[in-house]
């Protein structure tokens, strides 16, 4: 008895620290994130966040910085969530990502992508 005790009380206390589960993103999903991280890391544009442009390759490591944390608390199980919480805004400062293509004004980072999401959708 004296040794199922102490064994006992340590899978109380394991079990009670664990993490939840995250549920995995789906497959289809993921497949629309991985491609919309291919066409920001392949754009000739330029991303503005906080007020400071920025290329495109630091733009990528940005969002996968935020999109990591975000994942890894299941707050991202669509490429529209990975948009509108990753891809969008400032989570300091509130503000607007823009993006700025040569020859074109400045748009919002959630329109530019959107707009990618719709043709990648339509194959």
Not at 90 to 114: E, H, M
Request: overall charge positive; charged content about 20%.
């Amino acid at each position: 008895m004296k040794i199922l005790l102490p064994a006992f009380f340590l899978t109380i206390s394991v079990a009670a620290s664990a993490q939840p589960v995250v549920p995995a993103i789906p497959a289809r999903a993921q497949t629309q994130i991985d491609h919309l991280f291919d066409y920001i890391a392949r754009s000739s544009c330029q991303f503005n966040r906080n007020g400071s442009w920025h290329d495109m390759a630091s733009a990528k490591a940005h969002v996968d910085t935020k999109y990591q944390y975000l994942k890894e608390r299941g707050q991202i199980d669509s490429a529209e969530s990975f948009i509108d919480n990753a891809a969008t805004k400032s989570s300091f400062s509130g503000k607007d990502y823009l993006v700025q293509c040569p020859g074109a004004n400045a748009v919002d980072s959630g329109s530019w992508l959107k707009a990618e999401l719709a043709r990648f959708r339509q194959g």
